[in-house]
């Protein structure tokens, strides 16, 4: 069995076809049972964030395995194939474990050193342990992964002060607007990332606003900025008081027309508004950047800003690569590990089973034989099956961890007719 990786992400995918492949919570359960319905996929991780959907899954041919999965996030997303593939990437066993465990450790992030992403595949992987899909082997990488996210987050600096969404946000207001400090910022949604926003404008003097699906997250964000609550069906009212809208909910269509901008702008006598749009898929109508005095910014437009504010962390990331580099060895060989325990269960069984029928056909046959002689004839039996199978067993088992150990267990299987 082999780990697989297929995905995409920012640095491959416009936001405009991200947000078509996106999940919601809802939607993984069902995407998952599906697919391990098919030949072939023996388990299966679903990552679906603002910035990347990635499938992990342990197969038996990789090949097929990619194609399938490829083929199967294409279909359940109603995406034509020819229009995904050239987004998506993928890995295959080491490469995959080292990828899996770089995006885990946010060095793969859009903003390096960001903590959200470990505990968004955290949520994945109890989602998939809850549903079955993920069993022996996503277990175990998955914990390998997260420990060596948590050694790298304690042992190097790459997350101490990220160039993040947030500040880059604030950043761009003080361009548009110069000093923040009277402005009033709307946050649609009540999330991390809203909050982070929130406590990056407030420190430059912003009044907050949030609208938020449920009206009681909305007020714990507020009232821990001395903000305003508001529900999100309220939006239309509360855009004219807006300087800045920063909007990242979990909703499925636009929640900010061109229109309702445009009669915004209308009550704020043309007075400019700058829009942040950080949701996938997008909560802002791209027409709004039609809009005069309306500047509108999504996930990919940020994107390019905080690779461009990124501070030089070559020695920092060269120690974080060290690290994954020293991790993988263990899991890929524990992997080979695991893969020749059915051929040596079937060898032991297929051994056994002969001195089984061997003992009874002797038993059968030995009319003077005492019940006490029976069982010293059967413990001679397993003492030889177990000193024959000691040192086979040990050296297979060692073997199957070397680069050519699928030929050793091959030909075991070969060599003892072993199904």
């Known amino acids: 069995m082999k780990l697989i990786v297929v995905g995409l992400n920012h640095k491959t995918t416009p936001v405009a076809l991200r947000e078509r492949l996106a999940f919601t919570a809802e939607e993984t359960a069902p995407f998952l049972n599906r697919l391990l319905s098919l030949e072939g996929m023996h388990e299966g991780l679903l990552v679906s964030t603002c910035n990347r959907v990635e499938l992990y899954s342990v197969c038996t041919e990789p090949e097929h395995g990619i194609a399938t999965a490829s083929q199967w996030l294409a279909t359940s997303r109603g995406v034509a194939m020819d229009t995904l593939q050239p987004h998506l990437y993928s890995h295959v066993g080491t490469q995959a474990m080292r990828h899996g465990i770089r995006v885990a450790s946010s060095l793969d992030s859009l903003v390096v050193g960001e903590a959200q992403i470990l505990g968004q595949m955290k949520q994945a992987y109890r989602d998939a342990v809850e549903n079955g899909a993920a069993k022996t082997v996503l277990n175990k990488f998955f914990h390998m992964a997260f420990q060596v996210a948590k050694q790298i987050r304690t042992e190097t600096s790459i997350a101490r002060h990220p160039v993040s969404i947030a500040s880059v946000a604030v950043t761009l207001a003080r361009k548009i607007f110069g000093e923040l400090t009277g402005h009033t910022c709307l946050l649609l949604g ?60 979990g909703s499925a269509t636009p929640l900010v027309s061109a229109a309702m901008v445009r009669g915004a702008l209308k009550q704020r006598r043309q007075r400019p508004q700058f829009y942040i749009d950080i949701a996938v898929p997008r909560d802002l109508d791209p027409k709004i950047s039609d809009v005069d005095n309306a500047f509108l910014y999504d996930i990919d437009d940020l994107s390019k800003i905080v690779a461009g504010n990124q501070q030089d962390r070559g020695r920092e990331m060269a120690a974080a690569e060290a690290m994954i580099t020293q991790a993988v060895p263990a899991f890929n060989q524990w992997l080979d590990t695991l893969e020749v325990v059915p051929t040596l269960v079937a060898l032991r069984q297929k051994m056994e089973t002969l001195r089984d029928q061997e003992v009874a056909k002797a038993v059968a046959g030995w009319s003077d034989l005492t019940p006490e002689g029976q069982k010293r004839l059967e413990a001679l039996g397993r003492l030889l099956v177990n000193k024959m199978l000691h040192s086979p067993l040990s050296q297979l088992r060692q073997l199957a961890a070397e680069p050519d150990g699928s030929l050793y267990v091959d030909a075991t299987r070969k060599l003892f007719e072993l199904e």
């Open 190 to 249: 009540a999330g991390e990332m809203c909050e982070l926003a929130a406590r990056h404008l407030t420190s430059h003097g912003v009044t907050i606003l949030v609208a938020n699906r449920t009206l009681a997250r909305a007020q714990t964000l507020a009232e821990s900025f001395q903000g305003e609550a508001h529900p999100l069906d309220a939006v239309g009212g509360l855009l004219h008081r807006a300087d800045i809208v920063i909007s990242s909910t």
